[in-house]
C-alpha cells in the first residue's frame, strides 16, 4: 500500500490585528492508502486548521509553509485552479459545524448533486437520483422526501450525513472529517462512527479524522495521531496509544475519561499568539524539568511505528542528574 | 403564513390610524389662527372682517373641540375626500393623484439608475475585498453618501445644460427631461446602496456554507453566482425597502430643483403658499404610500427566506 | 461595584485602535478644523460676511475674495467660514436632544418592558411611517422659517433610530447577571439603568450620533436650500446654494463653494463613524480558528 498523503514540515500561521498565530508548527504526517488516521487534541490546538490547510480553504491572511505531498505531488505548489481541481474530487472535506456549513437556501439534493454533475458529469436528473441513493446508502431515512428540503428542516444527525454524503460525492480518494461528532448527542454519535465506518469500507478511501472525542477515533482509528499547540506530540497505532500513551499530555487525555475517572489536566491550553519556549507543554506538565523549559523536543521513534515527542521519553538524550527526581515522579503520577 | 399577513395588516392599520393624528396634529402647530388663515387666502387681506372670519370659523367646524374636528376630518379622508386646495380650490386628492404619476417615473427611474450602479459594485467590491476596484469604489460611496444631492443636482445642470447643452436644465417631457432628475437621485442612492450590497455579500461570503462550496471543488464564479447571491439577495431587498424611503425624501428635493411635476414638489409648493390642506393632504397620502410600500417588502422579504416561509407558514 | 471602571479600560483600549484608522482620523481632524473655524470665526474670517459692496459683485475667486462674491458683493469665503457656526450648532444640538431622548425612552421601554414599551414603541413606528425629511419640512414649514423651528423639527423627526437600538441592546443586557447581582444587593432601577446598563449599550449610540450629526447636517443644508430655517442675510450653507441656482451660468461658484462645504463636513462626520462603528463591532467577522 502506497502512502497518499505525506504532510512534511508544515506550518500555518495567521496575521491578525493581536499578532502572529501559530495555528500549525511543524507537523510531519503521512497517510497511507485505505488507512484511517485520526488527528485528536482540544478545541483551539490546530486540528482544524490542519485538515483546512491541506485544501488550502484557509482565509486571506493565513500564510501555509511546508510541503504536502498527495500521491507525489505537492500540492502548496499547486496554482488555484490546479487546487480546485483536486478538492472534492481527489481530497474531500467532511466540514464540522452541520448547522451552517449548509447552504440555508439551497435543496439538500442540489448540494449533494452539485458534486456528482462537477466530478461525475452527472446530468442533472441523473445527478439528484444519485444524490437520493447516496442519501439512502448512509441510512437517512426517507431520502427522497429529505433531498427536497432545506436544511433546517432537518435534525444535527441528518445534516451531519449529508455532508458525509456531499464529501464522497466525488469518490474521492482521501476524506478529511472534521469534528464529525461534535455538538451531537451519545446516540447520534454512535450512528455517525457507523456511517464513517462503511464508508471507509465501502469507497476504499483513506480517512483523517479530526476529533477531540478519543472515544470516537478509538472506535475508527488505525493510527492515531496527538496534536498540542500545533504539534504532534504522540503518533501510533491506535490501541497501542489508547492502552499505553507514553507523552504526559495523551496520558492526561486518556486518563481524562470518563471511564478512567474524568481526571483533568491542570492549567489551560496556551495562546498559540504566546507560545510557551522549550516544550510546548511544559507548564502543565507534573513531569516537566529545567531542559523542557528551554530545549524543544523532538519526535523520537521509541517503538515500531510509535513516535513521542518528550524529553523524558528520549533515550537518545544525555541522562538527566534529575533522573532521579523523574524516576519518583514515574511512580506517583 | 396568512396570519402572519393579517398581523403585520393589523399593526399597519394601527399605525396609518396614528399617521392621521400625527398629520391632523401638525396642522395645528401652524401658529396663528386657522380660520383667519383660510379667509386671508380665500378673500385677500382687505377688506377682511371679523365677521367673515367667524363665518368661516363656523362654515369650516373650527369652533368645534379638536378631537371632534378629527373625527370629521377622518371620517372625510376614508371617503376619499381630502378637502380642497386654500388657493385653487380643487379637490386635494385629485391634485395629488394627478402628480401622483410623475413621482412614480422619477423614483422608478431613479431606483433604477441606483440599482444599476450598485448591484454590480457591491457584488464585485465584496468578492474582490481589499483590491483597487474595492477601496476606489468604497471611496466614491462615500463621497456620495456625504455630497447633499441638491448640489449634486446643481452641478450636473451647470455642466450638462449650461455648458455642454445637451441636455434641459428643468422640466417635464420627453427622456430628455428625466435623465438629470434620475440620475441625481439615482447616483445618491447607490452610494449609500453599494456599501450596505457589499457589506451583506462580505457577510455571505465569509460563512461556513461558502468553505463547503469551496471545498467542493466549485469554481469561485458559480460559488459567487449559485450560493452567494441567493443569501446575500435576501437582506438586499430589505436594503432596497429601506432605500424607498431615501427615494421619497430625494425627490421631494429634486423634483424642486429640476420643476418636475410631482408629489414633491406639490408639497413644497404648498407649504410656502400656506395651503393647509394641500399639505395635511400630501403629507398624509406620501406617508401611507410609504407605509403601504414597507408592507409589501416585508411580505416579499418573508416569502424569499425558506427559513422565515416555514416558520410562519405551511 | 465598578462594573463601570471595568468597561472604561477596553474603551481606553479602543482609543488606541481609533488612533491606527487613519481615515477616522482624518475625519476627526476635519472635524476639529471646521470647529476651530467656527469658534474663531471673527479673526479667521476676511471680510465681514454681511458687508455688501455691490461694486464688486459675482466676482470670481481672486486674491481679494478667495472664494468669490455673491450677487450682493458679499465675500463668500467669510460667509462660509461664519456659516460653518450655524451649521455646527444645528448638528451638536440636535444631534444632542434625540440622543439623549432616544436613549432615554429606549432604555424605559427596554427595561420596563410591558405597557410601556408598547406604548413608545407603536409612537416610534408612528413617527418612522413617514419620510424623515418630508415630515420635518411639514414640521419646520408650519411653524415658520427660523433656525429653531428647523432645530425643533429635526428633533421630533431623529429621535426614534435611537430608541431602536438601545432598546435592543437593554433587552440583552438586563438579563445578564450583574444586573441580578445588583439588584439582589438592593439597588434600585435608576441606579441600575445608569451606572450598569447604560454604559453597555453605549457603543452603538455613540456611532449613530456620529453618523447622525453628519446627516443632520445634511438635512439641515436640505432644509435651508428649501427657504426654511435661519434666514437671509444669516450665512448659512443650505440657502447660499439656494441663492446661487440664479446665477449658475455666470457665477457657478455660488454654488460650488457651500456645496463642498457641507460636503466635506459630512464626509468627516462619516468617516469618524466608520471608523468607530469599526472598532466597536464586534470582531466576528474573523474565522473561527481551531
Given at each position: 500500500m502506497g502512502i497518499l498523503l505525506s504532510i512534511r514540515n508544515l506550518e500555518t500561521s495567521f496575521y491578525t490585528g493581536d499578532g502572529v498565530v501559530k495555528a500549525v508548527n511543524g507537523i510531519d504526517l503521512d497517510i497511507q492508502d485505505g488507512r484511517i488516521v485520526g488527528l485528536i487534541g482540544e478545541t483551539g490546538c490546530g486540528k482544524s486548521v490542519l485538515g483546512l490547510s491541506i485544501l488550502r480553504l484557509l482565509p486571506r491572511n493565513a500564510e501555509i509553509r511546508g510541503k504536502v505531498f498527495y500521491k507525489g505531488q505537492d500540492i502548496l505548489k499547486l496554482t488555484e485552479e490546479e487546487i480546485r481541481r483536486l478538492r472534492g474530487k481527489e481530497v474531500a472535506l467532511i466540514p464540522q459545524n452541520p448547522s451552517t456549513s449548509l447552504n440555508p437556501v439551497l435543496k439538500i439534493g442540489t448540494q449533494i448533486a452539485e458534486s456528482l454533475q462537477l466530478h461525475r458529469r452527472l446530468p442533472r436528473e441523473k445527478a439528484w437520483g444519485a444524490a437520493v441513493d447516496i442519501l439512502r446508502s448512509l441510512d437517512l431515512p426517507n431520502p427522497e422526501k429529505r433531498a427536497e428540503e432545506y436544511p433546517h428542516q432537518l435534525s444535527g444527525g441528518m445534516k451531519q450525513r449529508v455532508l458525509a454524503a456531499v464529501g464522497i460525492a466525488g469518490e474521492p480518494s482521501l476524506l478529511i472529517a472534521d469534528e464529525p461528532t461534535k455538538g451531537l448527542d451519545a446516540l447520534i454519535r454512535v450512528q455517525v462512527v457507523e456511517v464513517l465506518r462503511r464508508l471507509v469500507l465501502q469507497t476504499g478511501a483513506a480517512m483523517l479524522i479530526i476529533t477531540h472525542d478519543l472515544k470516537v477515533a478509538a472506535g475508527l482509528c488505525d493510527e492515531l495521531a496527538v496534536m498540542y499547540a500545533g504539534e504532534i506530540i504522540e503518533y501510533g497505532p491506535a490501541e497501542q496509544l489508547l492502552s499505553s500513551p507514553e507523552h504526559p499530555y495523551a496520558r492526561g487525555l486518556i486518563a481524562s475519561l470518563p471511564g478512567n475517572g474524568l481526571k483533568p489536566i491542570e492549567g489551560f491550553s496556551p495562546s498559540l499568539i504566546n507560545l510557551p519556549a522549550g516544550c510546548k507543554f511544559h507548564p502543565r506538565c507534573?513531569?516537566?524539568?529545567?531542559a523542557c523549559t528551554e530545549e524543544h523536543p523532538r519526535l523520537v521513534e521509541i517503538e515500531e511505528g510509535h513516535r513521542v515527542r518528550c524529553l523524558l521519553v528520549d533515550q537518545s538524550r544525555e541522562p538527566e542528574k534529575d533522573l532521579f527526581n523523574w524516576n519518583l515522579q514515574k511512580e506517583v503520577g | 403564513m396568512v396570519r402572519y399577513i393579517a398581523r403585520r395588516l393589523l399593526l399597519v392599520i394601527i399605525i396609518v390610524l396614528g399617521v392621521t393624528i400625527m398629520t391632523f396634529s401638525i396642522m395645528h402647530m401652524a401658529p396663528g389662527d386657522p380660520a383667519e388663515m383660510i379667509a386671508v387666502a380665500r378673500y385677500g387681506i382687505e377688506n377682511l372682517t371679523q365677521d367673515d372670519i367667524e363665518w368661516i370659523r363656523r362654515a369650516e367646524g373650527l369652533d368645534a373641540p379638536v378631537y371632534v374636528q378629527y373625527a370629521k376630518w377622518l371620517n372625510h379622508v376614508l371617503h376619499g375626500d381630502f378637502g380642497r386646495s386654500l388657493i385653487t380650490g380643487e379637490p386635494v386628492l385629485s391634485e395629488i393623484l394627478t402628480r401622483f404619476p410623475a413621482t412614480v417615473k422619477l423614483a422608478v427611474a431613479g431606483m433604477m439608475v441606483s440599482l444599476l450602479i450598485a448591484i454590480p459594485a457591491g457584488i464585485i467590491s465584496a468578492v474582490k475585498q481589499y483590491s483597487l476596484i474595492d477601496s476606489l469604489s468604497m471611496i466614491v460611496a462615500l463621497i456620495g453618501v456625504s455630497m447633499p444631492n441638491f448640489w449634486l443636482g446643481l452641478l450636473l445642470i451647470i455642466l450638462f445644460s449650461l455648458y455642454l447643452g445637451v441636455l434641459p436644465v428643468c422640466g417635464y417631457g420627453g427622456i430628455r427631461y428625466i435623465i438629470l432628475p434620475a440620475v441625481t437621485l439615482g447616483t445618491g442612492m447607490a452610494a449609500i446602496t453599494t456599501r450596505l450590497i457589499r457589506s451583506s455579500m462580505l457577510e455571505v461570503l465569509n460563512q461556513d456554507y461558502i468553505t463547503t462550496a469551496r471545498a467542493k471543488g466549485l469554481k469561485e464564479k458559480s460559488i459567487v453566482a449559485r450560493h452567494a447571491l441567493k443569501n446575500a439577495f435576501i437582506p438586499v431587498i430589505t436594503v432596497i425597502g429601506l432605500q424607498f424611503g431615501h427615494l421619497l425624501e430625494g425627490t421631494v428635493i429634486i423634483e424642486t430643483i429640476f420643476a418636475w411635476p410631482g408629489v414633491g414638489k406639490l408639497l413644497v409648493d404648498s407649504i410656502f403658499a400656506r395651503d393647509f390642506s394641500l399639505i395635511q393632504g400630501c403629507v398624509l397620502f406620501i406617508a401611507v404610500v410609504f407605509v403601504l410600500v414597507n408592507l409589501v417588502v416585508d411580505i416579499s422579504y418573508m416569502y424569499l427566506d425558506p427559513k422565515i416561509r416555514y416558520e410562519k407558514g405551511a | 461595584m465598578s462594573e463601570v471602571a471595568l468597561k472604561l479600560r477596553p474603551q481606553i483600549q479602543n482609543l488606541r485602535q481609533l488612533k491606527k484608522n487613519k481615515a477616522a482620523m482624518i475625519g476627526l481632524i476635519i472635524i476639529l478644523f471646521f470647529v476651530f473655524t467656527a469658534i474663531f470665526a471673527p479673526f479667521i474670517a476676511p471680510h465681514d460676511p454681511y458687508e455688501q459692496n455691490l461694486e464688486k459683485a459675482l466676482l470670481l475667486p481672486c486674491k481679494e475674495y478667495p472664494m468669490g462674491t455673491d450677487e450682493l458683493g458679499r465675500c463668500i469665503m467669510s460667509r462660509i467660514i461664519f456659516g460653518t457656526r450655524i451649521s455646527l450648532q444645528i448638528g451638536i444640538i440636535v444631534t444632542g436632544i434625540t440622543a439623549c431622548t432616544g436613549v432615554l425612552l429606549g432604555m424605559i421601554a427596554g427595561y420596563y418592558g410591558g405597557i410601556l414599551d408598547e406604548i413608545i414603541m407603536r409612537i416610534v413606528d408612528i413617527l418612522l411611517a413617514f419620510p424623515g425629511l418630508v415630515l420635518a419640512l411639514a414640521i419646520a414649514g408650519l411653524l415658520g422659517p427660523g433656525l429653531f423651528n428647523v432645530m425643533l423639527a429635526l428633533t421630533i423627526v431623529g429621535w426614534m433610530g435611537y430608541a431602536r437600538v438601545v432598546r435592543g441592546s437593554v433587552l440583552s443586557v438586563k438579563e445578564k447577571e450583574f444586573v441580578e447581582t445588583a439588584r439582589a444587593l438592593g439597588a434600585g432601577d435608576i441606579y441600575i439603568l445608569f451606572r450598569h446598563i447604560l454604559p453597555n449599550v453605549m457603543a452603538p449610540v455613540i456611532v449613530m450620533a456620529t453618523l447622525g450629526m453628519g446627516y443632520v447636517i445634511l438635512a439641515a443644508a436640505g432644509l435651508s436650500f428649501l427657504g426654511l430655517g435661519a434666514q437671509p442675510p444669516t450665512p448659512v450653507w443650505g440657502a447660499m446654494l439656494n441663492n446661487g441656482r440664479a446665477f449658475m451660468?455666470?457665477?457657478?461658484h455660488l454654488t460650488a463653494f457651500p456645496g463642498l462645504a457641507i460636503m466635506i463636513t459630512v464626509l468627516a462626520f462619516n468617516l469618524l463613524g466608520d471608523g468607530l462603528r469599526d472598532i466597536f463591532d464586534p470582531r466576528l467577522k474573523e474565522k473561527k480558528i481551531e
Open positions: 507534573p513531569f516537566a524539568i529545567k | - | 451660468r455666470t457665477a457657478p
